[in-house]
């Protein structure tokens, strides 16, 4: 009787842990891949929401409305022209933390029209106090060849690549193996966001049995290092 509730519970376990990992899924933009828990879920707007209401971006021409504009796993929505209009504050929160792992841990995706546009960015541990800003420009970004067609309040479409403008947190001071839960955007002089998103990092692996060999060695910390990279 012991090992037939001991099977269950066993396999109760397993159901539990495979459905946790499949609620996480990979969204792909060019060559970076993007956790879909990593898209945050709020946003607050310094204005209210003013600005975003009269320059949304989406490729079904309809306002998605707060927080729509910069929530979501996709990237089929955003705001137009962020630097101007008195450049609000975007503050995006995320229910699943962005964990400070090994090289880039999230990005900025933007719709790039001009090429010259600069983003201010900080970031919190707990959602009430952030970092300072630090500012990227869109040139550092890359150009990952995916277009969409986004209507711009009502007008349009009109055709833009999406730029990935990858970043590390511990630029911002974060250390290894912490997170944050919120983000603050800003930008100028018309920077078109569409997204701030944490990347994917690939799951754990049984290692093969040659690697299993190098493990004593300098070559097999290399090998185990690389697994663990994110594919940025």
């Not at 964990?99 to 600069?118: H, L, Q």
């Not at 500012?135 to 479409?157: A, H, Q, W």
């Not at 998103?197 to 070559?219: K, R, S």
Request: hydrophobic content about 45%.
């Amino acid at each position: 009787m012991r090992r037939h509730w001991l099977s269950a519970i066993i396999c109760a376990l397993a159901f539990c842990l495979a459905g946790a990992r499949a609620e996480a899924a990979t969204i792909a933009l060019g060559t970076f891949s993007f956790d879909s828990n990593l898209f945050g879920n709020t946003l607050v707007e310094s204005d209210g929401g003013v600005f975003s209401g009269s320059n949304w971006l989406n490729i079904v021409n309809a306002d998605p409305g707060n927080p729509g504009y910069l929530t979501g796993a996709n990237f089929d929505t955003g705001i137009a022209n962020i630097g101007s209009g008195g450049t609000p504050i975007y503050t995006i929160g995320y229910s699943t933390p962005i964990v400070n792992g090994a090289g880039d841990d999230f990005a900025i995706v933007e719709a790039t029209y001009s090429g010259a546009d600069t983003y201010r960015i900080a970031v919190s541990t707990d959602g009430v106090t952030f970092s300072s800003f630090l500012s990227f420009l869109e040139t550092i970004g890359t150009n990952t060849g995916v277009t969409r067609n986004y209507f711009y309040g009502g007008g349009g479409p009109f055709l833009a690549t999406l730029n990935v403008i990858s970043l590390d947190l511990s630029a911002f001071g974060i250390a290894p193996g912490a997170s944050i839960v919120a983000v603050q955007i800003s930008g100028s002089p018309e920077a078109d966001l569409i997204r701030v998103a944490g990347f994917a990092t690939e799951q754990a692996t049984v290692p093969e049995p040659a690697t299993l060999l190098l493990l004593g060695t300098g070559l097999g910390a290399v090998a185990a290092r690389r697994r663990m990279k994110k594919r940025a």
